[in-house]
């Protein structure tokens, strides 16, 4: 399988549209569902923002993969780090090298733009050993995840 990436920018909406309707194909079977797209204009700013690195990767015509990146501003150190915040792969074009091929082109990137450190939050097994066998380590202490939402 030929996989090619592409880093998506303003005018790339329909990708994103098309990756929201079609988001339980890319996840865990039974986890995903069918998510609204951004509206246009919404799109248009996400593909804008500097801090948002996204990629797909394609077999000809088809979008069999996506990674989605956030540039964080770090207040020490090296300055900023990259957050994997989401990568999947449609199921039939799984165990083929566009996960591999994402992850190759958002590691050229981190080279290209001096940024040291990416880290991810691996929620199931098969996602654990697919960044092990990148190279990614776990510390030996788990931050506990927590979220809250406003009242």
Not at 48 to 53: F, G, M
Not at 83 to 99: F, N, T
Not at 105 to 123: H, I, K, P, R, Y
């Amino acid at each position: 399988m030929s996989v090619s990436i592409k880093q998506l920018c303003p005018g790339d909406e329909a990708i994103l549209a098309l990756l929201a309707m079609s988001d339980p194909d890319f996840d865990l079977d039974g986890r995903g569902s069918s998510l609204l797209p951004l509206e246009p204009d919404a799109a248009r700013s996400f593909l804008s923002n500097d801090a948002v690195q996204f990629w797909t990767a394609h077999v000809g015509d088809e979008v069999v993969g996506f990674l989605y990146c956030i540039l964080l501003p770090l207040r020490s150190a090296e300055g900023r780090e990259l957050l994997l915040y989401e990568i999947g792969v449609r199921k039939s074009a799984r165990r083929r090298g566009a996960g591999r091929a994402l992850l190759d082109c958002m590691e050229a990137w981190m080279l290209s733009n001096d940024v040291g450190e990416v880290w991810v939050c691996a929620d199931n097994p098969a996602a654990v050993e697919f960044y092990r066998g990148f190279g990614f380590d776990a510390p030996r202490e788990q931050p506990v995840y927590m979220t809250r939402r406003p009242f």
